[in-house]
């Protein structure tokens, strides 16, 4: 936080309570009018087919299955390693997760 902001809430806060709420009102009404055009026109939960996303995501279909391939596996390590890793993990998860008798 920067000390002029520090400053305008300890000011802010000398203000009577009444006072305070107008600048609150204020504040957020010149928020509002700031941020109206940079909100999306559409609504957010209105739901989208497949095109509309592709398009507006500009994804292009891949046509080469090698660019997929991850190249961040330790090469010493095993999947069968890392499978029983996981279900290691689980297990004590799901131990450590159980109620307490009394």
């Known amino acids: 936080m920067t000390t002029r902001l520090q400053t305008l809430i300890d000011e802010a806060q000398q203000l009577p309570p009444l006072e305070q709420l107008n600048l609150i009102r204020t504040l957020l009404q ?3 009018r700031s941020y109206e055009h940079a909100q999306p026109t559409e609504d957010f939960w209105a739901p989208q087919s497949l095109e509309e996303l ?3 995501q500009q994804t292009e279909p891949v046509t080469d299955i090698s660019i997929l391939k991850g190249d ?5 390590e095993s999947t069968d390693d ?3 890793y996981i279900y290691q993990q689980r297990c004590e998860h799901r131990f450590d997760n159980r109620p307490k008798s009394r």
């Not at 961040?72 to 010493?76: G, K, V």
């Open 82 to 84: 890392f499978l029983a």
């Open 72 to 76: 961040f596996w330790p090469e010493d």
């Open 54 to 56: 592709i398009q507006s």
């Open 30 to 32: 010149s928020l509002s």
